[in-house]
Each structure stands twice: as structure tokens, then as C-alpha cells.
């Protein structure tokens, strides 16, 4: 099966928060009172019910007023570390086209894919105590639709399609803007996390870290510890313990009570 | 009732006998527009005029009482092609709303408060005022004695999001009464 991918070309957002809206209304939310950060972000981060937000960095670049645009959601790695943190069975799947969705119903709601997952995305409900964040519109995609963000925007900033084809069209229009004059110009797809389903195009790729993203995003060494060798090592302990006290009761049989008389 | 509580729970045991329901239950995530009816609209906002999809809930079956659940971009419109900006994608917000107007109001001369009238007696009395001002102020001849037929008493106001065809039957309206005065909400 085809994975499936959204490109964002940051250089073509205007900032209109269309994408915002769509997502908000697409997947019912309800009404979130806006916070003032001295930006014009409507959130100064994501939030349970929040699950897509323009980052509206202003910083000076080469002594000219800057203003990055960054779309803020989940990257839908192929490496993810909030499945790889995940404990409850079923309640962060991978489909064969490469989105990463959580299914609330199996979420236990112990925030241990906070802690694994690179870009700070999933949020935890305070009401529900189950863990929420972007799907890329499983349900629209499921049926050939595209991702309600991507529908809405206007400048075709976002776009959806298959992620060799997407892929394609980023290096392209990283091309165009280095012959342009951007000498920095260049593609984020998360290297660190087996690449991403998210693809972006920076104008100054060099500091993504100034558009909000990783410059080298790794699953945290204590999650891959954890689920790695800790775990192998609990298995060994658990099932050798086991096991040994099989070989003990064949060889030596049960142990037998002395009764003094 | 089988709730999807109870169902998940009998999947739960039905898989521990060795059965797998993880692909039933994968589907849960469901299409909330798969069967829903579409009409075809225009955004009422600015003057860009983007088609908008607006789904109801049901089947327009008889017994069916719709709501708008959901509103998204037309991607047939040569306009938009299925984009709408972060106002236009709320469109239903505007509709499943309690603060929307859904009958006219009216607010006689020197009254402080708006009053809800029936549509008939919205229309009746815009027929009248129309009537009684063009009555008053209608010239059939200038001053050099031409005809010229226009009613300088009334103006008229388009909005940017009327289709080609309300626009068609308002000049025409227009042009019936005499109307000069003729602006367009998509100049202001």
C-alpha cells in the first residue's frame, strides 16, 4: 500500500488559519477561549482539543524582519515513539498508509507517549484522561478523501498525496528556492524518526528550530532503553525464572516437608 | 441496547476464544458525511463568492428532520476549488446557531425594540413602502419634456454572494421599478 503524506510548502503560508478552523470543525471540537502570547498564534502550543496550530515565529534573519510560519501538528513518523512508549494494546495504531491514530477506546491514559514523542504532540484530556491529537482525517482518507486541512487551504501552502510523489514536488520546490536566492532552502522530513509522513519545505532548513521543529528528532534514549534491552532483559528474568523452576521440579521434584515426630 | 461499550467488551472475549475483531473495531472511526445530503451554496461572507457543500443529516426521507452537521469547500467551483478560508470553513457555526436570525424583525418609528413579524407581514409592508415612495417620487418626463421614467426615491443594494440568476430577476426588478441608485456589496 501507497503512504500517504502532507506536504507543507512554508513559504506560501499566509498565516490565514484556515487549516486551524477546518480541523477544528471537521473533527467536532469544542470552543477553545484563544490565549495572547504577543503573537498572532491562536494557542501559544497544541492542546487536547487543539490538534493543529500555525506557529507565527518573528525573528530577525540577516537583519531583515522574518516572520516562519509552521504548521504545528503530528508528524506521523514511520518510526514513532509514541508507539513505541504506548503500554496499551490498540491504542495507538499504525495503518499500512503510514498515519499514526490513536483509538481513545484502548487509551489508559498514562501519558507515556507524551514522554516518547520527539515533537511535544499528543495532550492528554483533563476531562477524559485519555490522550488526543491529529489523525490526518483517518476517516476522510479511508475513503479517498483528503485531510480536512489540507482541503481548506487557500494558497496551497498544504498539499496531500502520495509520499514518493509529495516527496518529489518538496525537492523540487526547494530547487526553485535556492535558484531564487535562498541558499538555505531545503526539506524537513525527520531524518532521526525513520522519516516522516509530514514533509516540510524551510526556507532557512538549516535552523528548523527556529519554525518549532527538531533539528534532529530522536525517540528519547529512555523510552528506546525501556522498550529495548530493559525490556528484553524482564523478559529473560521472567520467563528464565520460570523456566528454571520447571527444570528444578523435573530434576529435584517438590520440595517435602519434614514433620519431627 | 447494545451499546459500543458492551460491543467492544463481547469483542474483547470473543478475541481471548481466538478470534480477532481488531479490524471491526479499527473501523469505528467512521465517515461522518458518507451518507449525508448535499446542496450546493455560496459563501454569504465577502466578495471573493467561494462555493461551499453544506451536508444535512438524513436522506430528505419524510420522517427526517435535517441539521447541518458539517461544511466544506466545493471543489467543482472554478472560484475555490474546495478552499475556504478560517471563516468560511466555520459556515456552520453561523447556521447551528442560537443567535441567528430565522424571522424578521421589525422596529416601528420611535420604538427602541426590534419585534419579530411574520415573513407575510415583512413583505407586505416593503410592498407598501416600495408602492407609496415610488408613488411620490416617480418622474415620467425631465425637464425637456423627455421620458424618462426613473424613480429617484428609491436605492438599491446587491450583495456579493447573490448567484448570476437572483442578479438577473434583481435588475430586472430594478429596471421595472426605475431604479438608478445601484450599488453592490462587494464595492464597499
Known sequence: ?261 | MITRRDLIRAGAAVTALGFDLTPAIAAARELKIARTTQTNSVCPYCAVGCSVVIHTLGDKSRNVQPAVVHIEGDPDSPINRGTLCSKGISLKEFIVNDRRLTTPLHRAPGAAEWKPIPWDDAINKIARHIKDTRDRSFVEKDDQGRTVNRLPGIAMIGGCTDTNEINYLLSKFRFGLGILSYENQSRL
Not at chain 1, 536566492?181 to 528548523?208: C, E, F, S
Open chain 1, 1 to 261: 500500500m501507497q503512504k500517504v503524506a502532507k506536504l507543507i510548502d512554508t513559504t506560501l503560508c499566509i498565516g490565514c488559519k484556515a487549516c486551524e478552523v477546518a480541523c477544528q470543525q471537521w473533527n467536532d471540537q469544542e470552543f477553545t477561549m484563544g490565549v495572547f502570547n504577543n503573537t498572532y498564534q491562536t494557542m501559544p502550543s497544541l492542546a487536547h482539543n487543539f490538534w493543529n496550530l500555525i506557529q507565527f515565529n518573528e525573528l530577525e534573519i540577516n537583519g531583515a524582519q522574518s516572520w516562519l510560519m509552521a504548521k504545528y501538528q503530528c508528524m506521523h513518523c514511520a518510526d514513532a515513539g509514541c508507539i513505541k512508549a504506548c503500554p496499551a494494546p490498540g491504542a495507538i495504531v499504525q495503518n499500512a498508509n503510514g498515519i499514526v491514530d490513536f483509538n481513545q477506546d484502548n487509551c489508559i491514559g498514562c501519558g507515556y507517549c507524551i514522554t516518547g514523542c520527539p515533537f511535544d504532540v499528543p495532550r492528554l484530556s483533563p476531562t477524559t484522561k485519555k490522550v488526543y491529537k491529529c489523525s490526518l482525517c483517518s476517516d476522510r482518507v479511508a475513503v479517498g478523501l483528503e485531510p480536512s486541512c489540507i482541503k481548506a487551504c487557500p494558497t496551497s501552502c498544504l498539499s496531500f498525496g502520495t509520499r514518493d510523489a509529495l516527496h518529489h514536488n518538496a525537492s523540487k520546490r526547494a530547487e526553485e528556492l535556492r535558484a531564487d536566492g535562498h541558499a538555505q532552502a531545503g526539506v524537513y522530513d525527520g531524518p532521526g524518526v525513520g522519516g516522516t509522513n509530514v514533509i516540510y519545505v524551510l526556507k532557512h532548513a538549516d535552523r528548523p528550530q527556529d519554525y518549532g521543529l527538531p533539528k534532529d528528532p530522536h525517540i528519547p534514549w529512555t523510552v528506546s532503553l525501556w522498550k529495548g534491552p530493559v525490556k528484553w532483559l524482564g523478559n529473560a528474568v521472567f520467563f528464565g525464572g520460570l523456566l528454571t523452576a520447571l527444570v528444578h521440579y523435573i530434576k529435584v521434584g517438590p520440595k517435602e516437608a519434614h514433620r519431627d515426630e
